[in-house]
């Protein structure tokens, strides 16, 4: 009489026929009953599929994974834990910030899942000849390409430092065919990151902490895949010992057969709050702004309709008494880029001087008439931040990462190596002096800039923008060649490109 009330259907009965052999088949209520019956029902259909799924696993074309069938190389299981965690956890604060950034960050966790399926390919499979190898990474470029490329057509997007410091650092993706070191690797292009993610922290630090939970969310990223590299390719990328070699017929087997060989990709990440700032709002204020100027400019001669006449006797250049009768007005030249604060009340704002190690950045503030500076013990994984120090000579000993000086007045700076970059923006009178090695030196909004390289920092890069006065002084026969840096360019057309070149002689 149970039977025949219970749902009739294969699980069921399987339920039933498991319930009698293990002598638990009692005679129960019919709502008891009833109950018991659905979650055997549910247990029983887990079963059978979890049963299909360990079957189909063993159908792929590379049946082995490293010698053990039906289950998911242990390297690939890590990798699935690092896209789960900081993967996932900076697309989700990519999706906070919105915008340009959640889109590059969608680019990002593409490449991620490129780059797993070449991993579940080689943990199958054995290597291949090289140019066949490079065959086989033609998806996890094309994907660094897309995001390089679209942090370039996005160059004056306001989150373009954002957009750096994953373009920098993506190519560390190519760490699968680096041997026998692919850790350092990694490491160099997290520092590539590291210069681009500190202007974020500069910019954003004190005012909305979703940048900072960024930054250090993509940082982690690189961390964690350094760590990864260490456990399980330490000297390069583990390749199976069994199984065929790879080729680009079972890459596709692969990317087809992914169900099968291991879990699905993580879900998405769950939305973020909405954002503070509207920016289409914004944009659309800005669209509207510009079509209402090109439309006053597209009056021609009619422009000039709005204008009131002025008679002579409102003439101050030919009424003098006029001019006696208030002050001079303004020209309306210079109106339109008003300071933000009064030049008087700057003085009274007292900053007490800074030189501190902050997390893993040194700080240098508002230091005033001291040339006795000195940062000892510094690591590579440090920056230091120099902010508004006027008529102070620094000296920073060791190797550190980067080097940026922001709004100095007359300031001087000793420094032995730099792995990064050394930024100076907004600032006059800057003298840099390199005594070991430094691969770019970048000027910005800069007036009075005198850069004297060691011989082993020839080959540095000097990259200027709305600069002037900047030398650079090359040592020759014990003393120093000063050469400027030239200020003024000309363009041309060649028929099928822009040419530019210095417009002065520089000798």
């Known amino acids: 009489k149970q039977q025949t009330n219970s749902p009739s259907s294969s699980g069921s009965s399987k339920a039933t026929a498991i319930l009698k052999k293990a002598n638990f088949y009692k005679p129960l209520g019919m709502a008891e009953t009833h109950g018991l019956m659905e979650r055997l029902e549910k247990a029983v259909t887990r079963l059978e599929s979890l049963f299909s799924d360990s079957h189909r696993s063993g159908g792929v074309e590379c049946d082995g994974i490293n010698g053990v069938n039906g289950s998911i190389a242990p390297y690939v299981e890590a990798f699935d834990r690092l896209l789960n965690g900081s993967v996932a956890e900076f697309l989700r604060y990519s999706k906070i910030l919105e915008g340009d950034v959640k889109t590059h960050a969608e680019m990002v966790r593409a490449a991620f899942q490129a780059q797993r399926s070449f991993l579940v390919l080689a943990s199958q499979c054995q290597e291949p000849q090289e140019n066949e190898v490079a065959m086989l990474l033609k998806p996890i470029s094309e994907k660094i390409q897309e995001i390089q490329n679209f942090r370039e057509r996005n160059r004056g997007s306001k989150m373009f430092n954002h957009l750096s410091a994953v373009s920098e650092s993506i190519p560390a993706l190519g760490w699968i065919a680096v041997s026998p070191k692919p850790g350092p690797y990694v490491k160099e292009m997290n520092d590539a990151a590291t210069f681009y993610t500190n202007r974020v922290l500069k910019d954003y630090k004190n005012s909305d902490t979703r940048h900072v939970d960024w930054v250090k969310s ?45 879990p699905p990709p993580p879900p998405p990440p769950p939305p973020g709050p909405p954002p503070i700032f509207d920016t289409e709002t914004a944009k659309d204020e800005g669209t509207a702004s510009r079509s209402a100027l090109f439309a006053q400019l597209n009056q021609g001669e009619a422009i000039t309709k709005g204008l009131r006449h002025v008679s002579d006797d409102q003439k101050t250049h030919k009424n003098p008494s006029l001019r006696a009768q208030g002050p001079p007005v303004r020209s309306p030249t210079k109106s339109h880029t008003p300071s933000p604060t009064s030049p008087k009340n700057s003085p009274q704002q007292n900053h007490a001087p800074v030189l501190e190690l902050e997390g893993k950045k040194w700080r240098v503030e508002y230091q005033e008439d001291k040339n006795d500076l000195v940062i000892n013990n510094t690591e590579l994984k440090q920056v230091a931040y120099i902010f508004k120090c006027n008529k102070s000579t ?27 970059i050394v930024e100076v923006i907004n600032s006059r009178d800057i003298q840099i002096q390199v005594m070991g090695k430094v691969p770019t030196i970048s000027i ?40 400027p840096v030239p200020e003024q360019f000309k363009t041309a057309w060649d028929g099928s490109k822009l040419v530019t070149e210095p417009a002065e002689i520089v000798g």
């Open 444 to 483: 910005n909004k800069t007036e009075g800039c005198h850069i004297y390289l060691s011989e082993e920092s020839l080959d540095c890069e000097i990259v200027s923008a709305k600069s002037s006065e900047m030398n650079i002084l090359i040592p020759q026969d014990g003393d120093y060649k000063e050469f």
């Open 394 to 420: 620094l000296q920073i000993k060791g190797k550190i990462n980067s080097i940026t000086i922001d709004n100095c007045k007359k300031f001087g700076l000793v420094f032995d190596n730099v792995v990064g």
């Open 218 to 262: 993509y940082l982690n990223i690189w961390s964690e895949l350094q760590a990864y590299i260490k456990e399980h390719h330490t000297t390069g990328l583990t390749w199976s010992k069994t199984g065929p070699v790879a080729s680009p017929m079972s890459m596709r087997s692969v990317l087809t057969s992914g169900s099968g060989l291991s």
